[in-house]
C-alpha cells in the first residue's frame, strides 16, 4: 500500500511541463492563436505517445498511474487536446485492439506519427454512450459528432456507433470517403473543436474495436477518458492557484501585498485543500484504471465529477482575486477558464457523473469499495 | 503507487476479523447497540477498548517495549478499516491513544515512556487536553494557567475550558504558563497533570446537542511533580504543536472517515427504504446528486488521509498538511449532514425517541455535533492562516 508517485513517475511530470513551458504560444491570449505544431512534434521526440504501447508491441508498457502527472502537466501546460485524446485511444486499443489493428497502428502511434481524434457525443442526445444514434451498418457509417477535439488535425477517428443496437467504438480514416469536418464556433478556439459529419462514411475490414466485447471497450474509453481528463482538469486548477498565490504576494493595496488580507489568504487556502482533494480522487481514478479493479467505474466518476468543480470553482477565484487584471483579454486567465468548461462537458459532466457514482453505490450495496480492497 | 496489500497486511486483516467475530456483543449493530444514556456509554466504550487491548488490538503501530503492537501504519488503517466494516464501538480513551501517547512517544523521556504509554494503551488511565482557556480559544498561546516551580513542583493555578472527557479522565495534558515575562510563545511549557491531584475541579458544560461531553476544568495550588514536564522548561509550545498535527492529522482523520462512512451508508439505507407520495427518495434525482457528492467527499476524505500516510512512510515531516486534512474532512463531513437533514423532507425536524423519527434520530444528533468539527482542534480560519501563511507562503 502506498499512494505516492515514484521518481520516474514525478520526473515525467517535470519533463512535461518544461516541454511545454518552451512554447509560450501556448499561453498566448488569443485561443485562435493558441497553437505551434512544434508542440506535437517535441513530445512525440520526448516518446510521450510511446509510453502507453505495450512492450511486445514496440512501446514502453508503462501504466496509466506512471503517465498520471504527466497528465497533469498536459492540462496545466493548455497542451492541444488530441495529444490526450491519442493516448487515450492508444489505451484502449492496447486493451481491446484486435492483433492486426495493434499491428497496424502501433508503430505508427508510438513515433508520434498518427494523431488520433475521439468523437462521442452528438448534438441531440446527452452524455450517455447508450444514447448514441450514429449507425454503423451496410458497410458505412452516418451519423453526426460534435465536439472532436483537434478534428481537423486528426489522422484517424475512434467514433461511437451503434452496432447491433449496442454502443460500439470504431476507427476511421480521416481521407475516408463520405467523411467531413466542420470546425465548431466555441468557446476555446484553441481545442480545434469539430463536428465530424459521416454520410456512409467508408471503414475498413477491421474497424471494430473488439468484436468479442464491444460494450465493455467503451466502458473502458469513458472511464479512462474521464480519468485523464479529470487529471488535466486538477493540472489547470493547480496552476490556477499557483497563479493567484504569487498574484497575491506581489500586488499591493492599501499599503500591503493583498495576501495578507485574510480574505484573499483564506480564499487561497481553500483552494488549495480543493486542489489537493481533486488530486487524491483523480490519482486514485488513475491506480483504479490501471490496475483494472472493479471499483473503476466508480473511481473514474468521483474523479471527473469533482476536479470538474475543482477546476472550476479554481479558475472563478483566481480570477476575482487578481481583480480586473483577471478579467482582461491580455493576461490570459480566461484561457484556462476556457479550456476547463471544455474538459468539464467532456466525457460527461458533474452531474452525469455523480449519478453514475451514486448508481455504482447503491447497486453495490454501498461498500463497493470494501469489496475491492477485501479481494487485494 | 499501489494499494494492493502485502501477505503481512492480508493476514493481520484475517487475525483481526477472525478475533472481532468472537468480541463484539452478540447482535451488534442489529439487535444490540450502545447504551443511550451518556455515562453508561462511557463505559461501554472504555469496556470495548479495554477488550481490543487483552486481544492485543491497541496502540497498533507503537513499538512493542511500551505495549504497543509494533505494526505498521498501513496496519494502523487496516485497523480502522475492520473497525469500520464490523461498525466497532467508538473508544472513550482516544484523547490518550491519539494525542498524549503520540505526543509522549516524540517528545517524552524514557521514563515518562515507559511510565505513561502502557497504561494508554491498555486504557488503565484515560487522558484530557488542558489546552484552550476561556481567553485562549484560537490565539492559543495565550494562555494564562500558570504553573510556579517550587522545589521539586510545580503550582499550576488557572482554568482550562472544553476539556473533553475531562469526567472520565485519570490525566490531562496541559499547556501552561511557566514564564510570564517572556514573549508569549516562548514562556510555556507542556504538563502531565494526575487528575486526582487535590485541587482539580471539572464543572461539565452542556453542548448544542444536550450532551454533557466537555468541561470547562479549574486548577487551584494543584501540585505537578517537576518530572511531569514534556520536554524542557518554555519549550512547551514547540510540544504542543506536535501534539496538534497528530490532532489534525491523517489517524484521527481515517478514524473518523469511518463513521461517516457508516453513517452516509444508513443514510443511503434509508433513502432506499424510505417512500413518500409513492417514491422512494432514493429516486430523487436531487437527493442522488447529494448523494453521490457526499459518498465522492468522504471517500476523498480516506484518499487524502491514505496519502498522507504514504507521505510520512516515504519519510516527509509532519507538518501543514495536516491542516488540509482537517479543513476538508470537518466541512466534507457538515454537508454531509445538511445534506442528510435535506433528503430526510418534512420529518427532518423529527428527532429521537418520537416514533417517526429517521434512523433512530441519529441524523439529527449528529447534524447537531457536526457544528463543533469546524471549531476544535483548530478552527477553520485558524487552518486556513497556516495552509495561507506556512504552505503556500502568503504573508503574515
Known sequence: ?376 | MDFNYTPEEVQFRKDLRQWLENALPEGWGETAFEPEDEDERAMFRLDWERKLHSGGWSGINWPKEYGGRGATLIERAIFAEEMARVRAPEGLNIIGHNLAGTTILRHGSEAQKKRFLPKIISSEEVWCQGFSEPNAGSDLASVRTRAERRGDKFIVNGQKIWTSYAQYSQWCFALVRTDPDAPKHKGLSFLLIDMSTPGISIRPLRQISGECEFNETFFDDVEVPVENIVGDINDGWRIAMTTLAYERGPEDALGRQIRFKQELDKLIETTITTVRGGARLVDDPIVRQRLARSITEVEIMRLNAVRTFSKYLNGEERGPDASIIKLYWSHAAQRMYEAAMDILGPTAPIDAPDPLSAAGGRFQLSYLQSKAFTIYSGSSEIQRNIIGERMLGLPR
Open chain 1, 1 to 376: 500500500m502506498n499512494f505516492g508517485f515514484n521518481e520516474e513517475q514525478k520526473s515525467l511530470g517535470e519533463t512535461i511541463a518544461q516541454l511545454l513551458g518552451d512554447f509560450p504560444a501556448l499561453l498566448a491570449p488569443d485561443p485562435g492563436e493558441a497553437q505551434d505544431p512544434q508542440v506535437w512534434i517535441s513530445l512525440a521526440e520526448l516518446g510521450l505517445f510511446s509510453l502507453l504501447v505495450p512492450e511486445a508491441d514496440g512501446g514502453v508498457g508503462l501504466s496509466l498511474v506512471d503517465i498520471a502527472l504527466g497528465v497533469e502537466a498536459l492540462g496545466a501546460g493548455l497542451a492541444p487536446p488530441i495529444v490526450a485524446s491519442t493516448l487515450i485511444a492508444t489505451d484502449l486499443i492496447a486493451q481491446y485492439g484486435t492483433a492486426e489493428q495493434k499491428a497496424r497502428l502501433f508503430p505508427r502511434i508510438a513515433s508520434g506519427d498518427l494523431k488520433i481524434g475521439l468523437a462521442t457525443l452528438e448534438a441531440d442526445q446527452g452524455y450517455d454512450p447508450g444514447q448514441v444514434r450514429t449507425l454503423l451498418g451496410g458497410g458505412g457509417v452516418s451519423g453526426t459528432k460534435i465536439l472532436v477535439p483537434g478534428g481537423q488535425d486528426a489522422d484517424i477517428f475512434l467514433v461511437l456507433v451503434q452496432s447491433d443496437k449496442q454502443p460500439a467504438l470504431i476507427l476511421i480514416q480521416r481521407e475516408a470517403r463520405g467523411l467531413s469536418l466542420r470546425p465548431h464556433a466555441d468557446i476555446d478556439p484553441s481545442s480545434g473543436l469539430c463536428e465530424l459529419i459521416l454520410e456512409g462514411a467508408a471503414i475498413a475490414d477491421d474497424a471494430l474495436i473488439s468484436h468479442k466485447a464491444p460494450g465493455e471497450a467503451v466502458e473502458r474509453l469513458f472511464d479512462v477518458a474521464a480519468t485523464i481528463y479529470a487529471g488535466m482538469e486538477i493540472g489547470i486548477a493547480a496552476r490556477m492557484l499557483d497563479t493567484a498565490v504569487e498574484y497575491a504576494k506581489t500586488r499591493v493595496q492599501f499599503g500591503q501585498p493583498i495576501g495578507a488580507f485574510q480574505a484573499i489568504k483564506h480564499g487561497c487556502a481553500d483552494m488549495a485543500v480543493s486542489v489537493e482533494a481533486g488530486r487524491s480522487a483523480a490519482y486514485y481514478a488513475f491506480w483504479a484504471a490501471s490496475e483494472n479493479v472493479s471499483d473503476r467505474a466508480r473511481a473514474s466518476s468521483m474523479a471527473k465529477a469533482y476536479c470538474g468543480e475543482v477546476s472550476r470553482d479554481v479558475c472563478n477565484h483566481a480570477i476575482q482575486i487578481h481583480g480586473g487584471m483577471g478579467f482582461t483579454w491580455e493576461l490570459g486567465l480566461h484561457r484556462f477558464l476556457r479550456r476547463a468548461k471544455i474538459l468539464e462537458h467532456g466525457f460527461g459532466n458533474h452531474a452525469w457523473h455523480y449519478e453514475r457514482v451514486i448508481t455504482a453505490t447503491v447497486a453495490g450495496g454501498s461498500r463497493v469499495a470494501d469489496v475491492e480492497r477485501d479481494a487485494a
